[in-house]
């Protein structure tokens, strides 16, 4: 079984709808939880990160966390063509010095 | 501020020769990590440096070896190289270890033939 799983799409999405990316996680004791953005040809950049149930805002961006379904979630509102990108999911693992990725979803927004 | 900065970009070997990736960062950070990346795989974390003076194996270090440098340059030594090794790789670096944001460099596209 894979720490982080996430579907790998592709997700496409008219202009101005709202993405929702989700990322399921199989260690119970995990802490923190990020999001990062991969253009087609470029290195990742942290968007959002997540320690506690519950909603984080951002701007156009919203994580969503609930430790007890292993489930961490992101939601771009407003979606715009410069969204269209690859999403990871990282978390950090229990007795772990670094964090998992999971494969990404590949995200199109469509004008 | 060039932040983490790797070379070379691009490299193509034959099977069985070797090379080194090289890696600096300039944000005085603590940790420095080497992943790859591969279609379908995600990243995968090869070796990384807590501190200035360690080294510890991540998911993957098979074929590989690493050098912390000083705090500032971690590199990559693939001293036999397999076709299996054809990836891009990463070098990442942060203040601490895991638990805060990684700062990716550019990535080096390696084939190995």
């Known amino acids: 079984q894979k720490e982080v799983e996430q579907n790998s799409g592709p997700l496409s999405v008219p202009e101005g709808a709202i993405a929702s990316l989700n990322c399921t996680y199989s260690d119970r004791g995990s802490q923190s939880f990020f999001w990062y953005r991969q253009y087609s040809g470029k290195s990742p950049e942290l968007i959002m990160f997540?320690?506690?149930?519950g909603d984080k805002e951002d701007g156009r961006f919203t994580a969503q966390l609930n430790k007890a379904s292993q489930y961490v979630s992101l939601l771009i509102r407003d979606s715009q063509p410069s969204d269209s990108a690859t999403y990871l999911c990282a978390v950090t693992q229990t007795g772990a010095n670094n964090l998992f990725f999971g494969t990404g979803t590949r995200l199109t927004v469509i004008p | 501020n060039a932040g983490v900065t790797q070379t070379p970009k691009f490299q193509v070997l034959k099977t069985g020769q070797s090379m080194t990736l090289q890696c600096a960062q300039d944000m005085n950070h603590n940790s420095m990590y080497w992943y790859r990346q591969d279609p379908g795989m995600g990243l995968r974390l090869i070796y990384y440096s807590a501190s200035e003076g360690t080294t510890d194996k991540g998911e993957v270090p098979n074929g590989y070896n690493v050098s912390r440098l000083n705090k500032r340059e971690f590199s990559l030594r693939l001293e036999s190289a397999a076709p299996s090794q054809t990836s891009v790789y990463f070098c990442?670096?942060?203040?601490?270890?895991?638990?805060?944001?990684?700062?990716f460099g550019e990535g080096s596209r390696l084939t190995v033939l």
């Open positions: 997540i320690y506690s149930n």
């Open positions: 990442a670096s942060s203040l601490g270890l895991a638990g805060g944001e990684l700062f």
